[in-house]
């Protein structure tokens, strides 16, 4: 019961930093992920629909599609029509799994390239609500930086091996999928929140085997963190991409720093 009663204190969590986000005057770490994510993804897409183009082409050419006997006017089109029908369907198709695995990449990305902001975000969080400042250190930002992107790169390590595990049970028997999918969406969320919590680790010179058993003692609040990420960033059409992309890591990051100061005052409390 206690995970489900964590789950939805860390969704709550979110909507209460994002609360304190415009209360607070912060909305302008808004806008960092939401350009970052438009060049991303202009970026990804040209790269992306190049390579699938490429590698249908090659397979076509490879099967010998256009090599169709010549006889009459018919036949002697239907080589060539086979053959670019094929590699219009395929680099669709292909199109369509590069930007599938590269969905979860670019979220990982993100969370990569603007740790030192969300890093500062967090700690701006905890001065709003808690008062508590941290004197600036140009060498322990560098070194919260990489510690981020190292903890980032673990957690979508661990998510692909989880993926890939689950592809394969699921290959050799398929009714596991009924398992298996509603586990990676687990999966997904708890990495993305474990990510957004490491912030306050960070912060508080938590060594990463400590920020490791923090997280698994709240399995459920990581998950509610994580799930409210992956939710926004994953907002259908044109309009709610750019809706997700913008308010989504915002609210994670705001809605760990928040519970993760709770958790810290009921354990002072305790003691």
């Given at each position: 019961?206690?995970?489900?009663?964590e789950?939805f204190?860390?969704?709550?969590?979110?909507?209460?930093?994002?609360?304190?986000?415009?209360?607070?005057?912060?909305?302008?770490?808004?806008?960092?992920?939401?350009?970052?994510?438009?060049?991303?993804w202009?970026?990804?897409?040209?790269?992306f629909?190049?390579?699938?183009?490429?590698?249908?082409r090659?397979?076509?050419?490879?099967l010998?599609?256009?090599?169709?006997?010549v006889?009459?006017?018919?036949?002697?089109?239907?080589?060539?029509?086979?053959?670019?029908?094929?590699?219009?369907?395929?680099?669709?198709?292909?199109?369509?799994?590069?930007?599938?695995?590269?969905?979860?990449?670019?979220?990982?990305?993100?969370?990569?390239?603007?740790?030192?902001?969300?890093?500062?975000?967090?700690?701006?969080?905890e001065?709003?609500?808690?008062?508590?400042?941290?004197?600036?250190?140009?060498?322990?930002l560098l070194?919260?930086?990489?510690?981020?992107?190292?903890?980032?790169?673990?957690?979508m390590?661990?998510?692909?091996?989880?993926?890939?595990?689950?592809?394969?049970?699921?290959?050799?028997?398929?009714?596991?999928?009924?398992v298996t999918?509603p586990?990676?969406?687990?999966?997904?969320w708890?990495y993305?929140?474990?990510t957004?919590?490491?912030?306050n680790?960070?912060?508080?010179?938590?060594?990463?085997?400590?920020?490791?058993?923090?997280?698994?003692?709240?399995?459920?609040?990581?998950?509610?963190?994580?799930m409210?990420?992956?939710?926004f960033?994953s907002?259908?059409?044109?309009?709610?991409?750019f809706?997700?992309?913008?308010?989504?890591?915002?609210?994670?990051?705001a809605?760990?720093?928040?519970?993760?100061?709770?958790?810290?005052?009921?354990?002072?409390?305790?003691?």
């Amino acid at each position: 019961m206690s995970f489900f009663r964590e789950l939805f204190k860390g969704i709550g969590n979110c909507f209460k930093g994002l609360a304190l986000v415009f209360e607070k005057g912060l909305w302008h770490y808004l806008l960092y992920p939401l350009v970052l994510y438009v060049l991303m993804w202009i970026i990804g897409i040209y790269t992306f629909s190049g390579m699938a183009s490429a590698i249908a082409r090659d397979i076509s050419n490879w099967l010998h599609l256009g090599d169709l006997p010549v006889i009459g006017d018919l036949l002697s089109s239907a080589g060539s029509y086979l053959k670019s029908s094929f590699e219009f369907i395929l680099a669709w198709v292909l199109r369509l799994i590069f930007i599938f695995i590269a969905g979860t990449f670019f979220k990982y990305i993100l969370l990569i390239v603007l740790s030192p902001l969300f890093a500062l975000l967090s700690e701006a969080v905890e001065r709003k609500i808690k008062g508590n400042t941290y004197p600036f250190s140009f060498r322990q930002l560098l070194k919260d930086i990489f510690r981020g992107v190292c903890i980032s790169l673990r957690n979508m390590a661990m998510e692909y091996l989880f993926i890939i595990a689950c592809m394969v049970i699921s290959c050799l028997f398929p009714p596991a999928l009924l398992v298996t999918t509603p586990f990676l969406l687990f999966v997904s969320w708890y990495y993305f929140g474990f990510t957004m919590l490491d912030y306050n680790f960070e912060r508080h010179k938590m060594p990463v085997r400590q920020s490791v058993k923090f997280t698994r003692a709240h399995i459920g609040l990581a998950c509610g963190i994580g799930m409210v990420y992956a939710f926004f960033m994953s907002l259908p059409t044109f309009l709610g991409s750019f809706v997700g992309i913008t308010f989504g890591p915002v609210m994670a990051v705001a809605g760990a720093a928040i519970s993760f100061t709770d958790i810290k005052d009921q354990q002072s409390s305790t003691h």
